[in-house]
Structure formats: C-alpha cells, structure tokens
C-alpha cells in the first residue's frame, strides 16, 4: 500500500496539518487544505475566526437557554408555593 499521509506547511506563520483519515491521497489533500484554512483562519484572525465566532454564538445561546430554563423553574415553585398556602 502507497502512503497516504499529506503534510500541508504554511510557511510564513509556520503552521502545519497532517491528514491521514482516508486511504484515498485526494481525498486527505481536501480534508487537509480545509483544516489549513480554519488554522491560518484562527491564526490570522484569532478572537474574530469563524470558528471561535461560531463557538462564542453557540455558548450565548446555550447561556440564555438556560437562564429561560431556571426563570420557568422558578415561576413554577412560585406559583406552587403560593397554591400551597392558600390550602
């Protein structure tokens, strides 16, 4: 069997991808050239990239979600308690 690996180097920032997921040699060159290009993305841009921008997105979401989430929690136990000492 031929050697599949791809090594891609940048060389000014210096940053390197190796891809060896596949047996097929294209296919490791795409999957590596799009790895490269979300690590130049994040070495370039850094707090602005695309993936950290995408996370940050996906950490407010999950941050009001839950802030929805305890607020009803707490209307519940509210409106329950206050049932109760009607009683």
């Known amino acids: 069997k ?6 891609l ?3 000014p920032p210096g940053v390197r991808v190796e891809c060896q997921d596949t047996r097929s040699l ?3 060159r795409k999957i590596a050239r799009k790895r490269l290009r979300l690590k ?3 070495h370039l841009n850094g707090a ?3 993936t950290r921008v995408k996370a940050e997105k ?3 979401k999950k941050a009001k979600s839950k802030a ?3 607020a009803r ?3 519940k136990r509210e409106a329950a308690e206050a049932e109760g000492s009607e009683l």
């Open 40 to 42: 130049l993305d994040e």
């Open 2 to 7: 031929p050697p599949n690996r791809v090594v």
């Open 73 to 75: 929690q707490r209307k």
């Open 68 to 70: 929805r989430n305890k």
């Open 9 to 11: 180097v940048h060389e």
């Open 58 to 60: 996906a950490s407010t």
């Open 48 to 50: 602005r990239s695309r």
């Open 26 to 28: 294209s296919q490791n």
